[in-house]
């Protein structure tokens, strides 16, 4: 029998997701020295190597992401996920796009379990290495696994979106959480020619991977690819329980209007939904189904910054007539979403992969082909 860990390395390499030099350092670095003896599996499932070591091992070499922390830690929260073990065929993915070769120095931000962070360090060696952890208990945890795995990369705890100057410049930053914006801390601590690679999105849409090379100018520009999603850094996390907290018909008035347009189309089309992200950026939409029932459900879109939101509701029995909007607040949601809609089919139904990104010390600046075609500029 071939042992798990083999069979994962095996299978990331016939997927022809690990690069032949980074083949070595998966073979070398197990995955489950880095996992807890209690995570969660993507069912939801608690999986305790305790009382199953045989279903913890299998998960812990299948290609899948596990859950290894909610609610920050806190013991008696309502079990948001806070940390994670990404999937390994994304992880491979991701240290492949970074393009990084022995003889260079990086800033991981996110140790989480520390797995990748020893990846980095059996390619380039410890002092090359240098990951920052948000959460004092999970940066602890991956300094003791990456010790007791033979690796000692510096781990700080700290705030990631800071950097870490005391090392600086690095030749590289890749980011294993998401960002909104993308600091500017990451521009000024890379060498000119460097590349910053984190995951990227809006509170509508999560997300893509941002890809950006540092230019002689102190500016980061590239382009978005990939389809990743994951946690965001802490102090950009997108509010929870939006429709619980905002929503309230029965006490708000409201516009009611009836639209032709079924969601699949923007929503549920991953490009015209990253699309629509980039110009209603603060914007979250969320789906709930009726109780039971698969073809009847609710979108609902929210700004907490206004308190505005639009439900739109879809009734197969009522789809000749239209679906049911209503829309509540400053800002008429729904019409901006048909706005941005038309726009992305305006341009041609650009794929993600048209749009870049461009971080300054001033703003953020989104474009469509090229910097002289902007979509959206944040400070």
């Given at each position: 029998m071939i042992p798990p860990h083999e069979k994962l390395v095996a299978?990331?390499?016939?997927?022809?997701?690990?690069?032949?030099?980074?083949r070595t350092a998966f073979e070398q670095v197990e995955r489950h020295r880095f996992l807890p003896d209690r995570f969660t599996d993507p069912d939801g499932a608690t999986v305790d190597r305790a009382r199953d070591e045989d279903r913890w091992f299998t998960l812990a070499y299948d290609d899948i992401p596990v859950i290894t922390q909610l609610d920050d830690g806190a013991e008696d929260g309502p079990g948001y996920p806070t940390s994670s073990a990404?999937?390994?065929?994304?992880?491979?993915?991701m240290l492949r796009r970074l393009d990084v070769f022995p003889g260079m120095r990086v800033l991981e931000v996110g140790t989480g379990t520390g797995y990748n962070a020893a990846l980095l360090?059996?390619?380039?060696?410890d002092e090359e290495v240098t990951s920052i952890e948000v959460d004092a208990e999970l940066a602890e945890l991956a300094r003791v696994r990456l010790m007791s795995a033979g690796f000692t990369p510096l781990v700080?705890?700290?705030?990631?979106?800071?950097?870490?100057?005391?090392?600086?410049?690095?030749?590289r930053v890749i980011s294993t959480a998401a960002v909104q914006r993308v600091p500017y801390h990451w521009?000024?601590?890379?060498?000119?020619?460097?590349?910053?690679?984190?995951?990227?999105?809006?509170?509508?849409?999560?997300?893509?991977?941002?890809?950006?090379?540092?230019?002689?100018?102190?500016?980061?520009?590239?382009?978005?690819?990939?389809?990743?999603?994951?946690?965001?850094?802490?102090?950009?996390?997108?509010?929870?329980?939006?429709?619980?907290?905002?929503?309230?018909?029965?006490?708000?008035?409201?516009?009611?209007?009836?639209?032709e347009l079924h969601p699949y189309e923007p929503i549920g089309d991953f490009d015209a939904s990253f699309a629509i992200?980039?110009?209603?950026?603060?914007?979250?939409?969320?789906?709930?189904?009726?109780e039971g029932e698969?073809?009847?459900?609710?979108?609902?879109?929210?700004?907490?910054?206004?308190?505005?939101?639009?439900?739109?509701?879809?009734a197969p029995e009522r789809q000749g007539s239209g679906y049911e909007v209503r829309q509540h607040g400053p800002r008429q949601l729904f019409v901006e979403l048909e706005a941005a809609y038309r726009w992305w089919r305006r341009q041609g139904r650009p794929e993600h992969t048209r749009f870049g990104l461009t971080v300054s010390a001033e703003h953020q600046l989104i474009w469509l082909d090229n910097e002289t075609s902007p979509v959206a500029s944040t400070p």
């Amino acid at each position: 029998m071939i042992p798990p860990h083999e069979k994962l390395v095996a299978h990331l390499v016939q997927a022809g997701d690990l690069p032949r030099h980074w083949r070595t350092a998966f073979e070398q670095v197990e995955r489950h020295r880095f996992l807890p003896d209690r995570f969660t599996d993507p069912d939801g499932a608690t999986v305790d190597r305790a009382r199953d070591e045989d279903r913890w091992f299998t998960l812990a070499y299948d290609d899948i992401p596990v859950i290894t922390q909610l609610d920050d830690g806190a013991e008696d929260g309502p079990g948001y996920p806070t940390s994670s073990a990404s999937q390994p065929s994304i992880v491979a993915d991701m240290l492949r796009r970074l393009d990084v070769f022995p003889g260079m120095r990086v800033l991981e931000v996110g140790t989480g379990t520390g797995y990748n962070a020893a990846l980095l360090a059996h390619l380039l060696g410890d002092e090359e290495v240098t990951s920052i952890e948000v959460d004092a208990e999970l940066a602890e945890l991956a300094r003791v696994r990456l010790m007791s795995a033979g690796f000692t990369p510096l781990v700080v705890t700290g705030d990631g979106t800071q950097g870490w100057p005391a090392r600086a410049p690095f030749d590289r930053v890749i980011s294993t959480a998401a960002v909104q914006r993308v600091p500017y801390h990451w521009v000024a601590q890379i060498r000119p020619g460097g590349k910053i690679l984190t995951p990227w999105g809006s509170a509508f849409h999560n997300g893509v991977l941002a890809d950006l090379r540092v230019g002689s100018d102190g500016t980061a520009c590239g382009r978005f690819d990939g389809d990743v999603a994951f946690m965001w850094v802490r102090h950009q996390r997108v509010p929870r329980r939006v429709v619980e907290t905002y929503v309230h018909p029965e006490r708000q008035g409201f516009e009611s209007t009836r639209t032709e347009l079924h969601p699949y189309e923007p929503i549920g089309d991953f490009d015209a939904s990253f699309a629509i992200g980039l110009r209603m950026p603060g914007v979250l939409n969320r789906l709930e189904f009726a109780e039971g029932e698969e073809q009847r459900f609710t979108v609902y879109l929210v700004d907490p910054d206004t308190g505005s939101w639009a439900s739109w509701h879809i009734a197969p029995e009522r789809q000749g007539s239209g679906y049911e909007v209503r829309q509540h607040g400053p800002r008429q949601l729904f019409v901006e979403l048909e706005a941005a809609y038309r726009w992305w089919r305006r341009q041609g139904r650009p794929e993600h992969t048209r749009f870049g990104l461009t971080v300054s010390a001033e703003h953020q600046l989104i474009w469509l082909d090229n910097e002289t075609s902007p979509v959206a500029s944040t400070p």
